[in-house]
């Protein structure tokens, strides 16, 4: 079952739900204010006008949504062949853009329905006639508001920023709670025996109920382990859980499991390695042979620095840990370590980097900013990513000078 969270980034990452709002309101709107007379206020309109007023705001504001919706299939097909097709997202939650249809589609609505109430002879309403002029003059600013966010995404350095900001906001939420694993939870081997919940549908992981479950476990006196993490991609029948001190008999299996929400699609609210993704794709594209932009790519690891050094100094949890309503440790979810975050930032973009030495002095530097704020702690982590630098450099750069500035910046590191 979806929770909160997941409903709220479901409608905030589709374009209808805010105009589809705004166009039931503008039906009852014009409902209502047809209901005030001109008598009741002193002021008599021409009909005509008034009708001559609503068709051309009907018309004018249909016209330009379908020339918005056009626009903007042309700026996204642009944006996911030149950056990323996962950025599609991104523009769909963009505020302007679903205000800007929200307002345009209500004066359609509006006008088309104070079309229909008033009579060919009938004097207009006066509520209807203020209404209608308001949305005209909203409609005006909804034309000209909505060319921005249809040009400046196409800046890769806004579209970077923007993805920068939405994934610290993920690491900051999901790094910030939870509990250190102290040896005192479930066994990660399975040695012990337990109640394995298996996955109903194939599909992403992309939220865990971890309040339900507390609740529930804390009722069955069980203790949970969630196996698998938001961005991980699940089979039919894979195991994504287990449950420890249970009786097989008095578990419902498929509610635990759907307590693991799995969809098609991969989302970004509980997974901190979503937002690197989408930055090393830009990366990876801008590295491109069809696109040959080092620029951007350079920029893209200056991005995917500053949110992985972030969590170099910090104690990460191993575990995410939930207590139930009796304070006892009941929920207990794997969480992604700096060194599954290095691998997602890093790896990708060294295999990739070919024969550009400033690409790959880059993701060293990145390592170093780990190193220094991690300490000790991280030098495991990082010493391994710089020997896979070193390599990637010995394969891509066939320039000596080259190699060896990457090599002495790696071996430093390490």
């Known amino acids: 079952m979806p929770t909160l969270s997941v409903l709220g980034e479901r409608l905030r ?41 609503l068709e051309v705001l009907a018309g004018s504001s ?56 008033v009579g ?12 209608a002029g308001a949305l005209g003059r909203a409609s005006g600013a909804a034309r000209v508001g909505e060319v921005g966010p249809i040009v400046t ?24 709670h939870g509990s250190a694993f ?12 337990a109640l394995v919940v298996a996955a109903p549908p194939a599909g992403f992981v992309q939220a865990v109920d971890r309040a339900w479950l507390a609740r ?29 001190d249970a009786d097989p008999d008095g578990v419902n299996a498929d509610r635990v499991a759907a307590a693991v ?21 830009v990366a990876l594209r801008a590295l491109s042979p069809g696109v040959n932009d080092p620029t951007t790519a350079v920029h893209a690891i200056g991005h995917l620095a500053s949110i992985v050094a972030s969590l170099a100094g910090e104690p990460l949890a191993a575990d995410r840990v939930t207590e139930g309503p009796d304070g006892q440790r009941r929920v207990w979810e794997a969480q992604r370590s700096l060194e599954d975050l290095l691998t997602v930032a890093c790896d990708p973009v060294a295999r990739h980097a ?10 060293v530097r990145l390592l170093a900013e780990v190193r220094r704020r991690g300490g000790p702690d991280a030098s495991d982590d990082v010493r391994a990513h710089s020997e896979y630098l070193a390599r990637a450099a010995v394969r891509g750069l066939s320039d000596d000078s080259d190699l060896r500035r990457v090599r002495a910046a790696a071996g430093a590191v390490a």
Do not use: K
Not at 22 to 37: I, P, Q
Not at 120 to 131: R, T
Not at 160 to 166: E, G, I, P, T, Y
């Open 261 to 281: 929400l799995v969809g098609p699609e991969r989302t970004p609210d509980e997974d901190p390695a979503y937002g690197l993704v989408q930055l090393v794709d």
């Open 62 to 117: 249909l016209t330009v949504v379908a020339l918005v919706f056009s626009l903007q299939v042309v700026a996204l097909q642009l944006a996911a062949s030149q950056y990323s097709p996962r950025l599609l997202r991104t523009y769909a939650r963009d505020r302007v853009i679903q205000a800007a249809l929200a307002v345009l589609i209500s004066t359609f609505v509006f006008s088309l329905v104070t079309l229909a109430l």
């Open 216 to 244: 529930w476990s804390a009722d069955a006196d069980v203790v949970v382990r969630v196996d698998v993490v938001p961005g991980d991609h699940v089979l039919a029948e894979q195991p994504l859980a287990r449950v420890w």
């Open 182 to 193: 102290d040896g005192t939870g479930p066994r990660r081997d399975g040695s012990v025996d």
């Open 120 to 131: 060919a002879g009938d004097e207009a309403p006066v509520g209807s006639v203020g209404g």
């Open 153 to 176: 995404p196409q800046r890769v350095e806004t579209l970077m920023a923007d993805l920068h900001d939405d994934a610290a906001a993920v690491v900051d939420t999901v790094y910030g």
């Open 13 to 53: 990452s589709r374009l209808w739900p805010i105009p589809a709002l705004a166009a039931t309101l503008a039906c009852l709107g014009a409902v209502a204010l047809s209901m005030l007379r001109p008598d009741d206020a002193g002021w008599l309109s021409d009909p005509s006008s008034v009708r001559g007023l």
């Open 354 to 363: 070919g024969d550009n030495p400033e690409v790959l002095l880059s993701l």
